[in-house]
């Protein structure tokens, strides 16, 4: 689709097609700020016109923060829009939030971020991951686990996504259009006869529309857009409205759109609040798509590497993680053992992050990896940790970021390998883990399990 497009142009600037656009339409800036430009093809005139659906969904996740600016971008979680809502003269407008981290030791400057923030965004600050390994910046799909532009919302909308491209490119069949093109002889509205049937008129400024709209958001209301084309039209209520409204917006033009044609070929009008509902269930019918489950990779595990003793001078590590989301608050246990299954050393952490359980148990195998030991067998049961640090993560969450950082920091060790096990054999770790939420700051403890 259109939209996807868009995306992979935000996402691959490397790739053929969007070398070849930028060539022509954006040489010396990117897609998202992206002008009409002279001539047009009509390929650019559609990702334009698509490019506000990403655009809207559209943060920042931050790796180094060398590239995203503190004020203007978005990229601060559960604040309206993304963005920081702080106002303050430092740093500068377009200090990069690198400016926010000590890159020394890749933390936040903890004490400048007090400094410059509200309470409430500093300590959210503070609870966003910064990578160890230097990964940059990445601009992310905010509605998807993985940070990856979601196809199925919109495919679910690609009916009403393709009407409402016609009706911006004056493809629809109204009167004025058929009349243009010598089908028909008269350009007037079948309905009302008063008027010429514009594209504009049938889905917007006609009394009959306006009774629709009248039940939508009250920002859509009061909308005072007139005289202008529908595709101008659209791309004032694209740059004006957030991403729930536009998608309202979509339907509810597409039901207007099928009315009419009821209307005319069928003599069956609906009532205004009776469309509007029609519209609604269709919007759930997205919204759903928007929050099932993705698919996940379910690899049979064998128990035999748990029962397993490590080869003589090679260390067994297992890692766990637990979560306190109400508290932003994270418990990590590393459990390191010896070849003959003695405990050689126990470490728990807690720590403030806003985080899920994937985040948690990434940054507990990223803890397991800086123990100093050189030939080590790691064992974790959070599958999708084991498998993005086995075949490199494929998100561009910060899940991914911390999975990324962790294979970077085994790659330096002499020997490693990695194995998922199923809760049962973890439990060890699994309970340690519990404990370390209720611990100072960290504990690490010599050749014996803690009590």
């Not at 010396?28 to 698509?50: D, E, M, T």
């Not at 799909?141 to 393709?162: A, C, D, L, P």
């Not at 928007?290 to 260390?315: D, K, L, W």
């Not at 086995?390 to 990324?404: E, T």
Request: aromatic letters at 10%; hydrophobic letters at 40%.
């Amino acid at each position: 689709m259109l939209a996807k497009q868009a995306w992979r142009l935000v996402q691959i600037p490397s790739s053929l097609v969007a070398q070849v656009l930028a060539s022509k339409y954006y040489n010396s800036g990117n897609f998202l700020n992206a002008q009409l430009g002279s001539n047009p093809s009509y390929l650019w005139r559609s990702l334009l016109l698509v490019r506000p659906i990403p655009m809207k969904g559209l943060c920042w996740r931050v790796g180094n923060g060398k590239d995203i600016k503190i004020w203007s971008n978005r990229w601060l979680p559960l604040t309206p829009n993304f963005q920081v809502q702080t106002r303050s003269s430092t740093p500068p407008e377009d200090a990069p939030v690198l400016a926010l981290i000590d890159e020394s030791i890749c933390k936040w400057k903890d004490h400048l971020v007090g400094q410059i923030f509200h309470q409430e965004e500093a300590e959210m600050i503070l609870r966003i991951p910064v990578s160890q390994c230097g990964s940059g910046d990445k601009q992310i799909w905010s509605f998807t686990r993985n940070g990856h532009f979601i196809v199925k919302s919109v495919y679910h909308m690609q009916v009403e996504i393709e009407e409402l491209r016609k009706a911006c490119h004056e493809g629809l069949p109204t009167k004025l259009n058929l009349y243009r093109k010598k089908v028909v002889d008269n350009p007037m509205c079948p309905i009302c006869d008063l008027s010429k049937e514009t594209t504009e008129r049938v889905l917007w400024s006609y009394v009959a529309a306006r009774d629709v709209w009248f039940y939508s958001s009250k920002r859509l209301q009061k909308a005072k857009i007139e005289n202008q084309n529908f595709k101008e039209l659209m791309f004032n209520l694209f740059d004006t409205f957030e991403e729930k409204e536009l998608l309202q917006i979509v339907v509810v033009v597409w039901k207007l759109w099928k009315r009419r044609n009821a209307m005319i070929f069928e003599n069956i009008f609906s009532p205004p609040l009776v469309l509007f509902n029609q519209a609604i269930q269709r919007l759930s019918e997205i919204h759903a798509s928007f929050q099932s489950q993705q698919i996940r990779i379910s690899i049979p595990t064998s128990s035999s590497s748990c029962c397993m003793r490590p080869p003589q001078g090679i260390v067994k590590i297992n890692w766990d993680a637990s979560v306190d989301k109400h508290l932003y608050l994270a418990g990590f246990v590393v459990v390191v053992r010896d070849s003959e299954g003695h405990v050689l050393a126990t470490m728990r952490i807690k720590q403030n992050l806003l985080l899920d359980p994937h985040l948690a148990e990434s940054y507990a195998s990223k803890f397991a990896m800086e123990l100093g030991y050189q030939q080590i067998i790691l064992e974790g049961d959070a599958l999708n940790v084991v498998e993005g640090i086995k075949i490199g993560a494929q998100g561009w969450d910060s899940s991914s970021m911390l999975i990324l950082d962790a294979r970077s920091l085994l790659n330096q060790l002499q020997q490693w390998t990695i194995a998922h096990i199923h809760k049962s054999f973890n439990s060890v770790a699994h309970v340690l883990g519990r404990s370390a939420l209720s611990i100072a700051n960290s504990v690490f403890d010599i050749e014996e399990v803690p009590q």
